[in-house]
């Protein structure tokens, strides 16, 4: 007999119990199940098909089905949630953060490059956003060493002059690395650099001027714009804000039930690493067409050869024929093959003659490549080598895991309070990302053949990720369409009654927490996730993103940002800077002002001790670079062994 059929003109009791045997026709549906449990505890509070606390009978506050009565009532199987309701969870949870994912930047190399980043994102978002702080860091370590090589050997030019021309090399080189041909493009560069030191003004403005033009064009080519990714960032947010308004206003119906929205805030929060992943990689952007670089760089080779001190420097652009090594040595931001790392373990393989940075430049591509080995599992890992990458293999991963956090922690806290079967899928899907990261080299260990075909690689991590893409989004979808409907997953497996969204102490609770728990643990992780994981990352790669976001006209495409990081870097440091000299004296003209070595002076205070006469001399400045560079300008001619370097 079904449980809708149960006469209401009959009166029940402990010895005539309500609806005996009785088989829900809805399956499990809240609204039937919960009018049945009222309808038990009327006619016999002490019925055993309900939940007893601390042996005491049920009341009309906390009368719940115990898993028993509950599976034979609505059987032991799920229920599909009503269609519409499917339709419109995937509208406000979902379907925003595919948005942000479809707007995440690929380089046009082909269709299959396109559809491999997209399924490597959504694949494995471990590797693609350790591949993507890689290439910040990458970029970071090269622009310091240009940023030395050009503040030594130009100490006479003016400071803009001089910072856009290590951003203009940086980003060559930068350019050149996509072939792997970042050892050669800085051998070429370093000679131009050395031509432009040693010849006569003319030609020292007639080369500079190519390098910057040449920067200019792969700056123009570059698409970094974050309008798009901010609307998107702006919707997602709004969309969950407004979507827990609605909720928390409404009473729980047929059609709205509190506990079912919190799951799916925490089943959404597994892919908030989408929103830092996208917006690092529209910091680094991507070229607007396949042919722009080398066009681009060919132009400069051709540029170079009309000078004549230039003319016999050869640039390795024989490698921009080369499309398949491009895809495969760094055209994809996101994803670099393991072969690259195994090829070049030899740090002595890269070196410049007659250049005083060479080695730095050698250590910093030998670095480069020893990130794998942190990324390699434990079974197979032979020795640490590089333990800075492994920090960065690390905090991709606390990235996804945060998410993980935030999900679990929300689940936890519907009732039934505790660990229930939604938790067991919010940690299995963060743990496929996690296997599909280590996937790559195992299985290059198991297979080496991969190692000398890098097609047959490149496709087989493409058929990976389009496996876990499938799982994990499936695992999703499936989410969304009931499979965790059930007694068990109301219940904790038995061990507490049928915690229904209609109970009062229940429905208490959910709505205290909707307007409160809930949105602060979610929001407190989208904050972070949006704000200072990308704000963290930018500080200590700014370097490179200043590198990144450099327009054609030497103006910087988020300019908010170098205004925020110069006002920090200000507070934070007091405006210091770190003078180094062997035996430092700045006592000329009747000034005597005397620092130890290594010391930190700021500039308010050599000012103080100096007068304006060290502002003469010196032309201190309250921009840190402008006065770096300004003193090392002045200690070169007063003492060869000076150097002078920065604060941070």
């Known amino acids: 007999m079904f449980c809708q059929d149960v006469p209401t003109n009959s009166s029940f009791s402990c010895e005539r119990p309500w609806g005996i045997n009785c088989i829900n026709r809805n399956g499990f549906e809240f609204a039937t199940l919960w009018e049945f449990t009222t309808e038990i505890q009327k006619a016999c509070p002490t019925d055993p098909r309900l939940f007893s606390i601390g042996g005491s009978a049920s009341t009309p506050q906390n009368a719940s089905l115990t898993q028993d009565a509950c599976a034979a009532m609505a059987g032991s199987s799920w229920t599909w949630y009503p269609r519409a309701d499917i339709w419109t969870r995937l509208v406000t949870w979902k379907f925003p953060l595919l948005q942000l994912v479809g707007l995440f930047p690929r380089p046009p190399l082909s269709f299959e490059v396109e559809y491999f980043v997209l399924t490597h994102l959504m694949g494995d978002p471990v590797d693609t956003l350790r591949h993507l702080l890689l290439k910040l860091s990458n970029c970071q370590r090269m622009t310091e060493q240009w940023q030395e090589q050009v503040e030594l050997k130009l100490a006479d030019h003016n400071v803009e002059y001089r910072q856009r021309l290590w951003k203009a090399l940086a980003l ?8 792997d041909s970042g050892k050669e493009a800085v ?9 432009i030191e040693a010849s006569h003004l003319e030609d020292q403005k007639a080369i500079g001027s190519t390098v910057l033009l040449t920067a200019e064009a792969l700056a123009a080519d570059r698409s970094t714009k974050f309008l798009p990714i901010i609307v998107a960032q702006a919707f997602f947010i709004g969309s969950v804000a407004i979507a827990v308004w609605k909720t928390a206003s409404k009473q729980s119906g047929s059609s709205t039930f509190i506990n079912v929205e919190a799951h799916s805030i925490a089943f959404s929060a597994l892919y908030f690493w989408v929103i830092p992943t996208v917006l690092l990689s529209s910091v ?4 607007q067409s396949e042919l722009a670089i080398p066009r681009i760089l060919r132009r400069f080779q051709v540029d170079l050869d009309r000078h004549p001190p230039t003319e016999k420097v050869k640039l390795p652009n024989h490698v921009l024929e080369q499309a398949k090594v491009r895809i495969f040595s760094g055209g994809i931001y996101s994803w670099l ?13 890269f070196k410049i003659p007659a250049s005083p ?10 670095n480069f490549n020893n990130w794998r080995q942190c990324s390699t599992p434990l079974l197979f890992r032979s020795s640490s080598k590089d333990w800075s990458y492994c920090k960065v293999g690390i905090f991709s991963n606390l990235i996804v895991i945060l998410g993980m956090i935030t999900g679990i922690l929300i689940s936890i806290l519907v009732p039934p309070d505790g660990w229930t079967c939604r938790n067991v899928a919010q940690l299995l899907i963060p743990l496929l990302w996690f296997l599909s990261a280590q996937f790559d080299t195992i299985i290059e260990r198991m297979l080496p053949s991969l190692r000398q075909n890098q097609t047959l690689l490149f496709r087989a991590i493409g058929l990976k990720d389009l496996l876990v893409t499938l799982a994990t989004m499936g695992g999703i979808v499936v989410t969304q369409i009931g499979v965790f409907n059930q007694c068990s997953c109301y219940t904790r497996w038995g061990k507490t009654g049928l915690a229904l969204p209609e109970m009062p102490d229940v429905a208490y609770i959910l709505v205290h927490r909707l307007s409160t728990v809930y949105p602060a643990i979610a929001f407190f992780s989208i904050g972070t996730q949006l704000i200072i994981i990308p704000l963290f990352v930018c500080i200590r ?11 054609d006209d030497a103006e910087s495409n988020a300019p908010w940002f ?6 920090c870097w200000l507070q934070t440091r007091g405006r210091s800077v770190r003078v180094r000299r062997s035996q430092t004296s700045l006592a000329e003209d009747g000034f005597d ?14 000012t103080e001790e100096c007068g304006e006469g060290l502002e003469r001399r010196t032309d201190v400045s309250t921009d840190p670079m402008e006065f770096n560079a300004a003193a090392t300008k002045n200690s070169r001619h007063r003492d060869s062994n000076a150097t002078l370097v920065h604060g941070h």
């Open 562 to 567: 170098w205004r925020l990081d110069q006002y």
């Open 541 to 551: 790669y700014r370097h490179a993103v200043r590198v990144y976001l450099q327009r």
């Open 172 to 179: 060559i080189t930068d350019a050149y690395q996509e072939w």
């Open 284 to 287: 680094i952007g991507v070229s």
């Open 357 to 366: 940075s060479l080695d730095s430049f050698s250590k910093q591509n030998a």
């Open 337 to 349: 093959p393991a072969s690259r790392a195994k090829a070049k373990s030899d740090p002595h393989n």
């Open 187 to 195: 051998m070429a560069l370093q000679q131009i650099l050395e031509k």
């Open 593 to 606: 002002c005397r620092e130890k070595e290594g010391s930190m002076v700021t500039v308010q205070r050599l």
